[in-house]
């Protein structure tokens, strides 16, 4: 078996213990808060505390945004394993949403003119939160299998397409300021109290597939949808639901998960990362799991 590093960023969620029984490594991002810059850690040990902070200043009106990962902090994180004789991979946030991917590949590359006897692999999860935190644990789970780094990157690109996210927010303005939707979607999730139903696409992009009458409404129309999607083979049974510092209504919302999808599936409950949530605000519910295909409804 190879010998290989595991990295995501900090776009990725995850479990806590994920990031400690498998040594997943992160890529950490940045993001300003009221004029200051904050680099968030998603394996750190306060995670909690940062993220119900961040969502508690968000509901107050903060100041938010968020800055890519540069070339040269991949090179910075990344050139010191590579000098102690460690291949690695890298599941990124997806091209569809950030530069960060290109980023990466910019990076590997010139790492790659320095360092030739090594292998780096960039994977474009064209997921994000939930479902980037999926593929970094599956690929862990594939690395402890003893599946090579070659064949990992390999499956890994084969499957993100079958990474399903479903999710809404509460106002989408948000996703308009980060340039995630256009002025006119965000004017019609506005209207009459409509909560939009959201997915990341094959292209890596949010797309607005539907809208309901009320948070309720929308969490069972996302649920509904991931029953239909839910059961590709090969993959591992889990389901992540993730949400910004609602944990009362998460709880609910896992709850309907559980009814919709039996016993069986492991479904983890996560705080989103603030690299996320900047851009999604203060009422982001999402039902994430692998699926036949995103867009089957």
Known sequence: MDSYLLFTDSAADLPQSAFEE?????????????????T???????????????????????DVHTSQITPYNYIKEWEPVLKEGHDLLYIAFSSGMSATYENAVGAAKMLKDEYPDRTIEVIDSLSGTGGEG????????NRAKGMSLRENAAWMREHAVFMCHRFTVGDLDFLHR????????????????????????????????????????????????MKNQYGVEGVPEIIYIVHSSLPEKAAELKNMVR???????TIEVLNETPII?????????????????????
């Not at 968030?40 to 903060?62: I, V, W």
Request: with cysteine; glycine share 10%.
């Open 40 to 62: 968030f850690y998603t394996n750190s040990p306060d995670r909690e505390k940062h993220c119900d902070e961040l969502y508690q200043l968000l509901r107050q009106g903060a």
């Open 22 to 38: 498998y040594d997943i490594r992160i890529i950490p991002m940045d993001y300003m808060l009221n004029g200051k810059s904050v």
């Open 134 to 141: 999926i593929l970094t644990y599956t690929a862990a789970l």
């Open 178 to 225: 980060g340039g995630r939707v256009s002025a006119a979607v965000a004017v019609i999730g506005g209207m009459l109290n409509i909560k939009p139903v959201l997915i990341i696409n094959d292209e890596g992009k949010l797309e607005m597939t539907g809208k309901s009458r009320g948070l309720n409404a929308s969490l069972k129309s996302m649920v509904r949808s």
């Open 277 to 297: 949530g900047v851009h999604t605000g203060p009422e982001f519910f999402a039902v994430i799991t692998y699926g036949r295909h995103r867009k089957e409804s």
């Open 259 to 265: 009814l919709a999808v039996g016993d069986k599936p």
